[in-house]
């Protein structure tokens, strides 16, 4: 009987661990990324950029997650998420990115929601 509780404390904390390494910020080793592999990811993210963020205003760039106020930094620019709670008050998270909404309560001080996004982003 100890050993199945053991076994399955152990599995709770062998999850928990995982969750807490996906939501860490970026690393120190994130910095080592060689100028061609950044200047090739640019020019990817640049071909394939999200459907949902916003074409009038450019996102905040980044290299860290603690670089953005709202949001996390994914390919190089602010406002990245996969938890409505990265997010800090910038809509909802939607595809991956902050500023989605289905309510005008989502958006709070950024705007109204407009075809499912707030329609002032902060950056």
């Known amino acids: 009987m100890k050993r199945a509780f053991f076994l399955a404390g152990l599995f709770v904390v062998f999850t928990v661990g995982l969750v ?8 120190a ?16 993210s640049a071909d394939r950029a999200p459907v949902t963020e916003p ?4 996102r905040k ?7 953005c106020p709202y949001g996390k930094c994914k390919k190089n ?7 409505n ?15 989605g909404c ?3 309560s989502d958006c709070k001080g950024f705007g109204k929601c407009k075809s499912g996004r707030c329609t002032k982003p902060p950056y």
Do not use: R
């Open 85 to 99: 709670s990265d997010c800090k008050g910038w809509g909802k998270c939607k595809s991956g990115w902050c500023g």
């Open 20 to 27: 807490v390494m996906q939501q860490q910020d970026a690393d």
């Open 102 to 104: 289905s309510f005008q």
């Open 77 to 83: 620019k602010c406002g990245g998420c996969s938890f």
């Open 55 to 58: 074409a009038a205003q450019p």
């Open 29 to 44: 080793g994130s910095k080592a990324v060689s100028a061609q592999a950044v200047s090739a990811q640019a020019a990817d």
């Open 61 to 67: 760039k980044c290299s860290f997650n603690s670089d």
